[in-house]
């Protein structure tokens, strides 16, 4: 793109800069479209779950509800309860919303389509995930409040959990794969399955991972069943108490663009990415992000149908599952990963 803006007659470092801000809008305002058709998504496949109609009026088959819904919350008054601390409060949902789009910058869309190309674009995700903690943190602080505090706690040792045992996971592909790249990544699954099927998500011992990585990634965006965090029998609404107007609005799109993170993630590490399902010519005669699109939906599919179906667990079942069950096991399988690619690439 850069050298499309020097063909218009701009210096160097005029086209890098225009061309940086064009890729960060293409990705940005339809990531902003997409959540909000999402949200209509998982509201319809709520809807469909529990035999109800779902949205319906607002538009066409209910699609401008979203947008209706946020039009109310954007003309809403936003207040902040007197003795929260204003500055911080304020900040939190900004913090929420801008991390979870940082880390879209480089998730690759199809083969060279992507923001940052970067060498370590799988710890940068890694890093940036983690930083989505910090919005949910400082507005249960900052709200003062008993229970939005409670459900800061509560995000913090939920996350910190369950990133411990995703970055283990991490490791088994990165072993396998032999980069951070995520385009590397990506053509590392080519014809991985018997020389036919793109994904690693075939491989019986990385298979595994790729269940464990599904369950930790509902456990990371706290969505159902570990939105402990939001538990409305317990907590009211959680960190989100005292929050109206936007700010309430960022943490939910926040939330969703995180979720269609993770989705991407699954796509990307597992199941090939842009790459068709299988390694045959026809297949590749579609454009890739449509094929990444399509896993994501998928993806995102599975997530509704998870929140739509299965009870919350209780906290202590959750801890339990991360560093009882998630942990050990991802550790034991990066040792067996590791052995057997000695074994059998390197030839130890």
Known sequence: MTATFESWGMSYGWAYFVATIAGILLIALPLMLAVAMI???DRKVWAAMALRRGPNVVGPFGLLQSFADGLKVFLQETIIPSAANKGLFLIAPIVTFTVALAAWAVIPFNSGAVLADINVGLLYILAISSLGVYGVVVSGWASNSKYPFFSAMRAAAQMISYEVSIGFILICVVLWAGTFNMNGIIEAQRGHGFGIVNGF??????????????ISSLAETARAPFDLTEAESELVAGYQTEYSSMSFALFWLGEYANVLLMC?????????GWLPPLDIEFLYW???????????????F????????VPRFRYDQLMRLGWKVFLPFSLLWVVLVSGWLMLTRYGA
């Open 264 to 272: 991407a993630l699954n796509s990307i590490l597992f199941f090939g």
């Open 39 to 41: 949200i209509y998504v």
């Open 201 to 214: 998500f075939f491989n019986l011992l990385l298979f595994p991972m790729w269940v464990m990585f599904l």
């Open 286 to 300: 579609v454009p890739g992000w449509i094929w990444l699109f399509g896993k994501i939906f998928f993806f995102f």
């Open 302 to 309: 599975v997530f509704s149908w998870i929140k739509a179906t």
